[in-house]
């Protein structure tokens, strides 16, 4: 399951958000790229524990804190999707 939005940073920066679960790997993610630049912003898998995190809270708390982002409209999606086996 991804999502793919576009966001202001609470610096005024448009970027692209791509989060959700990887079914396969068992994970959650979020990628987050600065729109105009397509540079990247942030990278769940430059993380050590990547893999383990299995509750998309976290990074809303990250995109919150460190960009200003609200993606709560995301976690009770995707952290439901991790519990359909």
Same mark, same amino acid.
């Given at each position: 399951?991804?999502?793919?939005?576009?966001?202001?940073?609470?610096?005024?920066?448009?970027?692209?958000?791509?989060?959700?679960y990887?079914?396969?790997?068992?994970?959650?993610?979020?990628?987050? !790229?600065? @729109? =105009?630049?397509?540079? +990247?912003?942030?990278?769940?898998?430059?993380?050590?524990?990547?893999? /383990? *995190?299995?509750?998309?809270? !976290?990074? @809303? =708390?990250?995109?919150? +804190?460190?960009?200003?982002i609200?993606?709560?409209?995301?976690?009770? /999606? *995707?952290?439901?999707?991790?519990q359909?086996?």
């Amino acid at each position: 399951m991804q999502i793919n939005v576009k966001k202001t940073t609470k610096q005024g920066k448009q970027v692209k958000v791509l989060c959700g679960y990887d079914r396969p790997l068992d994970y959650v993610f979020m990628c987050i !790229f600065d @729109e =105009n630049e397509e540079e +990247l912003l942030y990278d769940n898998l430059a993380l050590k524990n990547a893999l /383990k *995190i299995k509750d998309f809270s !976290f990074f @809303e =708390n990250v995109a919150k +804190l460190e960009f200003g982002i609200d993606l709560s409209e995301y976690t009770k /999606k *995707i952290n439901e999707e991790m519990q359909k086996k």
